[in-house]
């Protein structure tokens, strides 16, 4: 049974290959006959060649620049200015609050002792009082005024050119209301 069915497979296959297309196999073997494929050649490999990467100069990006100041050592780099701050007294004031970036700070409340306005700042999971005079944030910020709602500053801060100007900042107290916790 399946040799009939084969032979009946290779008999329309020589069928179908006749001469029926034999003027499109001659055009193909004119139109081919000087083709040659050609490879593009592999482009040079240039060897690795390392490149030294001294930073000994330089400032390093990991390194948080306002905890400690380098103003310290660079103090003869600019004029100073009038506003130049006192890095030895900072030293003896020896203040916990000054150690933190003002932003890592928050002010979470208010109190009047003795008819003096106090601040309740809160620094990492610690809270510190804090009154008119006293010093806080890396910046020599000093408190200049607080209200129920606010806490002002005034912080040296120094410019590329090594001179020294005063800024005014100011911690908001910060509500839990609204917040959706």
Request: hydrophobic share 35%; charged share 30%; glycine share 8%.
């Amino acid at each position: 049974m399946k040799l009939p069915i084969l032979g009946m497979t290779c008999l329309m296959l020589v069928a179908c290959s006749t001469g029926e297309h034999e003027d499109l196999r001659q055009w193909m073997e004119e139109n081919t006959r000087d083709l040659r494929g050609q490879v593009t050649p592999v482009p040079e490999v240039t060897p690795y060649e390392p490149v030294p990467y001294e930073v000994a100069d330089l400032v390093d990006p990991f390194r948080a620049a306002k905890i400690e100041p380098d103003a310290k050592q660079r103090q003869g780099a600019g004029k100073g200015g009038e506003f130049q701050p006192d890095f030895e007294a900072r030293e003896l004031r020896n203040s916990l609050l000054e150690k933190y970036p003002l932003e890592s700070l928050s002010m979470i409340g208010y109190l009047v002792i003795n008819k003096r306005p106090i601040a309740v700042i809160k620094y990492e999971d610690n809270v510190r009082q804090v009154k008119v005079g006293d010093y806080i944030g890396l910046d020599f910020g000093m408190v200049t005024e607080i209200t129920e709602s606010e806490l002002k500053l005034r912080e040296l801060i120094q410019d590329s050119a090594g001179d020294w100007s005063e800024r005014q900042s100011s911690l908001y107290l910060q509500t839990t209301e609204g917040s959706g916790k």
